[in-house]
């Protein structure tokens, strides 16, 4: 199944910077990205977009930051870099990102958690309660977690490496008995390669010190938000073309290698 054109608009990243990136640019329930996940799979780790650029057309997301120099959240509009020894700073909006993705965050589904879940249940819940497999949603979970399993990415030197080889020498960091918020996408089949089908989900604590990009999770309590969002606004930087779908068993295992452990 190709890439859904209507899903997918085109938007290079110096068109970007000629507006004004004031708060009526926002779009509703539309994701804006800026490269590919196969771009990344690749080694192309050089910031294209910077965030304050990527902060006028969303206030929650993820990716990372330019030599992939850690696991990037963005939560009520402000940003975070989860550096390599898994403590979380506030990114200066001047800094560039190879890879992100952003939304304004609207829920249209809010719930209460009262019942501890682990990572894979509260994957299978979230299918239940989203739907159709088709749907791109921005999930956030607020609450108290009795574990949490992270990691990070250093800064990395040219010739970059491919991410798969980045991190397989991944630092990981297990926080237990802490508040603080997931915050993550649901991307389906057909995107693969633009994005990571299935979920993908960040960390970071309620006081904004440590966090990183979820291996595992459980869940004590909390509060569930999802906002589907019916567009994708794509950016693609001179050297990254749109992937050609790639469904197979092998690109499915090196994205659960870089993805989960």
């Known amino acids: 199944m190709p890439i859904d054109g209507a899903l997918v608009g085109a938007l290079h990243v110096e068109y970007l910077r000629e507006q004004d990136l004031g708060e009526n640019h926002r779009l509703h329930h539309t994701l804006f990205q800026t490269s590919t996940v196969d771009a990344l799979l690749e080694g192309k780790y050089e910031g294209d977009v910077s965030f304050a650029e990527l902060g006028a057309r969303g206030d929650f997301g993820l990716g990372t930051l330019d030599a992939l120099d850690g696991e990037m959240i963005c939560l009520d509009g402000s940003f975070y870099q989860v550096k390599a020894d898994g403590k979380a700073h506030p990114v200066d909006r001047k800094t560039r990102t190879p890879f992100a993705v952003v939304t304004v965050f609207e829920p249209d589904v809010a719930q209460t958690l009262s019942t ?139 994205l659960d290698r870089i993805e989960r452990e």
């Open 116 to 254: 501890p879940v682990d990572f894979e249940v509260l994957c299978d819940y979230l299918d239940g309660v989203i739907g159709g497999s088709a749907v791109c949603c921005a999930i956030r979970v607020d609450g108290r977690f009795e574990y949490v399993k992270t990691r990070s990415v250093p800064r990395q030197h040219k010739p970059y490496p491919p991410l798969v080889e980045v991190v397989a020498n991944q630092p990981t960091f297990e926080l237990r008995g802490v508040s603080g918020s997931l915050v993550g996408f649901r991307f389906p089949d057909y995107a693969q390669g633009l994005n990571v089908s299935g979920y993908h989900f960040h960390f970071i604590t309620a006081d904004r010190s440590a966090g990183g990009h979820v291996l595992g999770c459980t869940l004590a309590r909390g509060e569930l938000y999802i906002d589907r969002e019916g567009d994708l606004r794509l950016e693609l930087p001179p050297d990254v073309g749109l992937p050609t779908l790639d469904q197979s068993a092998a690109k499915g295992e090196t």
